[in-house]
């Protein structure tokens, strides 16, 4: 699947053993072993909505119970060379984005870092063949803090940013879920955070509630189906999906999915947290993998 590695049996073996370790077998699962989620994004303007999206990740973050710290792989941080993360004991926030009401850059979200497990995770990357190394300077994106506000809005619990590498293949993005999957049994909760279908020139800017593209619908509808039926194989040949450049003109906020499918363990089971679409063309479809 990438890097010189073919993982494609063992997504072969995932599909036929339901919501499995998309990487080989996991650790005996945790009494307490933390989710793995995957979150469509959407406009950063959601940071001020409270309708029924930022609802579903309230309602998600309540229902999580304990989490120990969070993990995030955004669409909109890629390094070159080594894959960076941040380990700064307060990250700052980073506000990516232009022309937005000023209200939306005085938002907060004062998380923690956690330095000590940011050189875990740093570690384990490098040891499953991922060059990593620590960041102090760069924060959270709005991929990250955006959809945390609402499912973690009291911002305590720590959170560690990771980019993707950049041309990244799905194998490199899943591989990085591999290697950092055992932390989900500590209570780590590992997330992506991308779009399912993501094309800024097809966007209905003029209004969220536009309708539905044909387009958008059938490669939002070819995801869930393959999600549902955890063909996972399927979904690493994504550009052979219906309207799949359309979908997305470049893949960023595809990849962070595999991420996910990466920290799979065979004890999870597929959860929506979320299905819908804002502005006709962007998918906010997101779920979770809970053992």
Not at 95 to 110: K, S
Not at 239 to 249: E, K, S
């Amino acid at each position: 699947m990438g890097s010189g590695v073919d993982r494609r049996e063992v997504l072969q073996g995932v599909a036929a053993a339901g919501v499995a370790g998309v990487m080989g077998s996991g650790p005996t699962v945790a009494r307490q072993v933390a989710p793995a989620l995957f979150v469509s994004h959407g406009s950063p303007m959601t940071a001020l909505d409270a309708d029924e999206y930022p609802q579903a990740l309230k309602r998600f973050g309540e229902g999580v119970g304990p989490v120990k710290a969070l993990v995030v792989v955004s669409a909109h941080w890629e390094t070159d060379a080594r894959v960076h993360v941040t380990a700064m004991a307060a990250p700052p926030l980073v506000y990516d984005f232009h022309g937005f009401p000023e209200e939306m850059y005085r938002l907060r979200y004062p998380a923690p870092g956690a330095p000590e497990l940011s050189s875990d995770v740093v570690a384990r990357l490098t040891a499953a063949g991922v060059p990593a190394v620590a960041e102090t300077e760069r924060g959270l994106d709005h991929g990250v803090w955006v959809p945390l506000r609402h499912a973690f809005p009291e911002a305590r619990v720590p959170v560690i940013q990771v980019a993707l590498p950049a041309g990244a293949s799905p194998a490199a993005v899943a591989k990085m879920g591999e290697a950092l999957r055992p932390l989900r049994a500590d209570g780590v909760l590992l997330m992506g955070s991308g779009g399912v279908v993501h094309n800024l020139r097809r966007v209905n800017f003029r209004s969220k509630l536009a309708s539905v593209e044909p387009w958008a619908a059938e490669f939002d509808a070819w995801v869930a189906g393959k999600l549902v039926a955890r063909d996972f194989v399927g979904l690493q040949s994504w550009r052979d999906a219906p309207n799949a450049q359309l979908a997305h003109p470049s893949p960023e906020h595809w990849l962070p999915i595999y991420f996910v499918l990466g920290a799979a363990l065979a004890e999870d089971r597929l959860t929506p947290v979320f299905e819908g679409f804002h502005h006709g063309t962007l998918s906010m479809r997101s779920f979770a993998l809970r053992a």
